[in-house]
Each structure stands twice: as C-alpha cells, then as structure tokens.
C-alpha cells in the first residue's frame, strides 16, 4: 500500500470519526442513545455524499482501493470492539433464578418464533429480491437469531445513564441480554454453517466451532496462571498489543475454517480473566478504545456498499412485517417471560422495553449475514430499520413506564398512611 493511499485511508477514518461524532451529538439532544446517532449518521453518509456530488465523483473521492482498506479497518475494529465487549460483560445474579429463567424463555423463544415465521414467509414468497438464494435451512435461522439479538453494550450504558444499572429490572434485563446474545452467537454460527448446503461443510465448521471452544478455555486456564498475570501487571502495554494482535488472528483463522469471525471475537473476551483484582482488566482497557474508534468506519462502509443499491428496491411490505414481528418477539416475549417469573405487570414491561433494545449488536449480525450470502441488501434495509427503531422506541418507553410507577406509588402511600 502506497503513502498516499495510507493517507487517504487515514483522511477517511478521520472523516468517518467526526460523523459519527456529529450523529451521536445530534442523538442526545434528541435524548436518544449516542450510537443511534452514529449508526444513522455513519450509514446515511455514503448515500447522502453519492446523492449530493453524483457517484462519479463519489468514487473519485473513494476508489476501489481505499474502499478495500477501510473494509479490513472496519473488520479489526469489530473483532476488537466485540472481544473487549464481551469480556467486560459480567454480571452478578441478584434476581431469582425464577425470573431469570423464564425471562430468559420468553425473550429469546418469542423472538425466535416470530424470526421462524418472518423466514418461512419470505421463503414462501420467493421474492428474489428479499429472499436470495441461500439455503432455506440456514436462511430460516439466521433471520430468526437476527431478530431475538439484544444490543448489551447499548443496554448497558443506557441503564447507566437513567441510574437504574443496580435496580432488579436494570439487572434482570442486562442478566438476560447477555445469556439471549451467547446463544444468538452460537446459533448464527450454525445458521452459517447451514447456508453452505454441503454436509461437510457443515461438519468440519462444527468441527471448528468445538476444537475453538476447547482452545478458549485451555487459554483461559493459562491466562489465569502466575506467570501470565506477571507478565501484565509488568508490561500492560505490551500485553495490550499481544492480546490485540492475538485477537484479529485468533478470530480470522475462525473465519478461515467456515465459522463467522464475530464467534472468535466472541470467544477471545470469554477467555481472557475478567476478576476485579486481575491485571488483565487493565490490558483489555488499552485494546478497547481501538476497537471503539473504528467502528464509524464500519457505519459508513456499510452504508456504501449496501444502503445505496438497497434503497433503490426498499420493501416497505417487509420493513412494516419486520418492524411488527421485532416488536411484538422482544417487547412481547420479555413482557411474558417476565411475567410467568412472578414480576408484576409494570415490571414485566419495562423488562420488555429493555430488551427490545438491539443498536450495534444486530447491525454485526446483519452484517455478517449479508458478507455471508445469506441475508440480501433487501432484508438487510428492513432489519436495520428494525433494528434503529426498536432501539429508539427504548427511551421513550422507558419515560412512560417510570411516570406510570411514580403516579402508582403515590397512589399507594396514602393508602398505606390511612
């Protein structure tokens, strides 16, 4: 790669930072979450630019070559954003088993069902457009994981910004996120596996996902021994570069042998220690705020190379089936998970609510079943608007419900005066 094309690249990471910026400055003043910002901003930016400058000279500005390396930029960020995510993802149960099991229950067997159903009715369409040609197998599963995902770290820091974090429903949900997105991660993979439509195939990515499994947990081990923590409280920094470096390869070989990237990203933050006196905290903060910083950079790759030519056959049938189906499997399966858990009809709501929340998580699910073949530009649009708009309905339904506690609970305390 040439000094220009570097700069070039650099130039348009640059240019990618202060859009997302932008989005997620606008999106708090709407009392929104940042990355609702950042994703409409970044995504919108590429089709905007094409519309306002011709894509003659939108390709000037981007060439093919530039284009590429901002894709692999993009990939690493992702691979380090979710590997350093889901490490810091560990929560300590302070609600019923109860609870959590059916919550668990309804919120991802609800989401599941209305993917199966959203799925078979597009496989009995046969719209080539929406449909493609994948495998009716893995096609059906992919779009089911796709709609029962929860954006955890936008769950995360939303419960943190309205102070709830510690509260039963704040823990309860965030509890149940991160279970619903283990086995989301698990099944997309083998919703892959299946959209190969070869028995092999299928058995040596299988075969993969085993043999990474084992090596997770061996390294786990390892990280955890003496020496390893030395190694860290001494030299953080070069630690830090090891386990980044170690992560991108870690979860490309994945990759290579059939298995998505994003199920090593996964495994890599599952087998990195995570105690609060561990020195290896310290080292997944270094990597983290890299990951972070590339992750406009896929907002607007995305945008370019798949919201341009999407729009231009946006099914509004679709978007308004899935937007429904989204709502009705998170908000409707948390609500009656929460509810067979013995939570009170209020609290079941606001469970619902939560976990209706998807943001980032399920734009790399769709993006990994789109690079996948499986998922068309098509269906990749109505996901996304899914996916943005569940996310926005959270604040907002957040208001109404905690107004509706407060007006119940006035209620109550004269009552209980008399």
């Not at 606008?26 to 901003?41: D, F, K, S, W, Y």
């Not at 011709?54 to 500005?61: I, M, P, R, T, V």
């Not at 933050?269 to 705020?289: F, K, L, N, T």
Request: hydrophobic share 60%; with cysteine.
């Amino acid at each position: 790669m040439s000094f220009v094309v570097a700069l070039h690249v650099v130039a348009a990471l640059v240019a990618a930072v202060a859009v997302a910026a932008l989005g997620a400055w606008v999106a708090r003043l709407l009392r929104q979450p940042p990355v609702i910002g950042e994703i409409v901003a970044g995504i919108g930016a590429g089709p905007a630019l094409i519309a306002l400058v011709g894509d003659g000279e939108f390709h000037a500005l981007l060439p093919a070559q530039v284009l590429s390396m901002m894709n692999l930029c993009a990939q690493c960020g992702l691979v380090l954003f979710l590997a350093t995510t889901t490490h810091s993802l560990r929560v300590r149960a302070r609600v019923s088993k109860t609870a959590t099991s059916w919550t668990v229950a309804g919120a991802l067997i609800v989401p599941l069902i209305c993917g199966l159903a959203l799925a078979s009715w597009l496989v009995a369409t046969d719209d080539p457009v929406v449909r493609g040609t994948a495998p009716a197998a893995g096609f059906v599963l992919v779009v089911a994981v796709c709609m029962s995902i929860t954006a955890v770290p936008v769950l995360a820091r939303l419960l943190s910004d309205r102070g709830i974090s510690a509260t039963m429903a704040g823990v309860l949900s965030l509890t149940v996120g991160i279970v619903i997105d283990a086995v989301g991660w698990l099944l997309l993979s083998i919703g892959i596996g299946l959209s190969s439509g070869n028995l092999m195939t299928f058995v040596r990515e299988m075969t993969t996902l085993l043999v990474a499994a084992a090596i997770t947990f061996a390294l786990r081990w390892l990280l955890k021994t003496g020496a390893a923590e030395a190694f860290c409280a001494r030299l953080p920094r070069t630690a830090a570069l090891s386990l980044g470096v170690f992560a991108l390869g870690f979860a490309f070989a994945v990759q290579q042998f059939g298995l998505t990237w994003v199920f090593g990203a996964a495994l890599v933050g599952v087998m990195v220690p995570a105690g609060q006196d561990s020195p290896w905290r310290a080292v997944v903060g270094h990597v983290a705020p890299v990951g972070k910083a590339l992750i406009p950079m896929f907002f607007v790759v995305t945008g370019i190379t798949t919201l341009t030519s999407a729009l231009h056959s946006a099914p509004w049938g679709v978007i308004t089936v899935t937007l429904v189906l989204g709502i009705i499997g998170k908000l409707g399966g948390g609500f009656v998970g929460a509810r067979l858990g013995k939570l009170e009809p209020l609290a079941a709501v606001k469970i619902g609510a939560l976990l209706n929340t998807r943001g980032l998580t399920e734009l790399i699910v769709l993006h990994v079943g789109l690079t996948a073949g499986v998922l068309t530009p098509a269906l990749f649009l109505a996901m996304l608007v899914m996916a943005l708009t569940t996310t926005a309905m959270t604040g907002p339904l957040l208001t109404v419900i905690e107004r509706a506690e407060a007006r119940r609970a006035a209620a109550v305390e004269p009552a209980v005066a008399a």
